[in-house]
């Protein structure tokens, strides 16, 4: 794969098959083979990767999966990643996992992985917590044993030890990734005419299903050719979009903002690949690192607890004003308690900052794009006649 279209055209590939071929294909090709499955925001996938089997983000099952079994086990006032990621479970499509973790996001994640442990006694369960108090003595101590607790329980899943030097080495792997893909969304920044956001999007998502080796190729290779390659200019308003870290948007509402006037220079859709922000250290006790890492130099996100009133929000114009944005689109899933709760704060901040702003909700089976279509390019039409 040499061009941005071989390549987008393989991820999406990826992104519309719900059958996990390509895991599946990863676990059946070597004896012993085992894979977690995990759903949004984040775990330490070094962890598992040092165990020798491959993390495998489950984002629900999107617009190509119908939800008959799993609208049963939820009220209907939630939001939909839930019920499709049952039904990808009741359907036998993670029947090849061999254990799942749910992390702290919200609590209809939190009642998924009891779910979970009822539907699938056989597989591993994890609800994979993490700190609330960010002091190295308290949430540092409390999320290293977090990460020991899930680090033995891989062990025995695997039937052998995971070394300290098995985990610097998959930290060393991890670092090279996540530098990767911040030189993606930095180019797209710099030149998003280049690097079309549902491009970028669909090559973060592949991220989920492929071996952390291949995606790095992958990410070298479109980094390579989208500078080589000349595209169109267009004159667009510069747009960040919040509030798609856990369930996430159908493409066609991706290709809708870009087709309607909007070069979307940062968002939080596939947040996962970015939340640790700097590289974790190699030297020193591996766990601890990762503790080190989450506590000081993760994203801030309405996924994240945050410690004080007068932070809220400030991540977001941070990113506004370091990617020179015209404007904030917040477009969240309906229902999404930790995104809509923190929307109206947000939407505070950018009024204060006179930073021009818009907000819809989505499910990520959402047909009708043409109302945000329109809605999107009105907002980009007002910013380029009185921004």
């Not at 055209?9 to 499955?37: H, M, N, S």
Request: aromatic content about 10%.
């Amino acid at each position: 794969m040499k061009t941005t279209a071989q390549i987008t055209a393989y991820c999406e590939k990826l992104y519309r098959d719900i059958d996990f071929t390509v895991p599946k294909a990863w676990k059946e090709a070597q004896e012993g083979r085992k894979v977690i499955g995990f759903l949004p925001v984040y775990v330490p996938e070094e962890i598992i990767h040092a165990a020798g089997m491959l993390p495998m983000g489950v984002l629900g099952g999107g617009d190509e999966l119908e939800v008959i079994h799993g609208d049963a086990y939820y009220q209907s006032y939630i939001c939909r990643i839930p019920r499709s990621t049952i039904e990808l479970g009741i359907t036998g499509r993670l029947d090849f996992v061999d254990g799942m973790l749910f992390p702290s996001i919200c609590d209809v994640i939190r009642n998924l992985s009891g779910m979970w442990k009822m539907l699938k006694p056989e597989v591993y369960v994890k609800y994979f917590d993490v700190p609330q108090n960010y002091s190295d003595s308290i949430g540092g101590e409390y999320y290293q044993e977090e990460m020991q607790g899930l680090r033995r329980d891989l062990a025995q899943l695997a039937g052998r030890d995971i070394s300290d030097e098995a985990i610097t080495a998959s930290i060393v792997l991890y670092n090279q990734h996540r530098q990767l893909v911040r030189d993606v969304y930095a180019f797209r920044s710099a030149e998003p005419w280049k690097a079309p956001s549902s491009e970028v999007y669909l090559l973060m998502r592949a991220g989920q299903l492929l071996p952390v080796e291949e995606h790095i190729f992958m990410l070298k290779a479109y980094l390579e050719a989208a500078q080589a390659e000349d595209r169109p200019r267009r004159d667009n308003c510069r747009i960040v979009t919040t509030g798609s870290f856990c369930e996430q948007p159908p493409l066609n509402l991706i290709k809708s903002l870009e087709l309607s006037g909007c070069y979307v220079v940062d968002d939080d859709y596939m947040l996962v690949n970015r939340w640790l922000m700097e590289a974790v250290a190699t030297t020193g006790d591996p766990i601890r690192n990762l503790a080190d890492a989450f506590l000081h130099h993760s994203a801030d996100s309405s996924a994240k607890y945050c410690n004080s009133k007068e932070e809220v929000g400030q991540y977001l114009l941070d990113s506004v004003r370091a990617n020179k944005a015209e404007g904030v689109i917040f477009a969240a899933p309906s229902f999404c308690d930790p995104a809509l709760l923190e929307q109206p704060m947000l939407e505070d901040k950018m009024r204060k900052n006179d930073v021009p702003h818009i907000a819809f909700k989505y499910a990520e089976n959402s047909g009708q794009m043409q109302p945000i279509r329109e809605q999107a390019g009105t907002f980009a039409d007002s910013l380029k006649l009185w921004n």
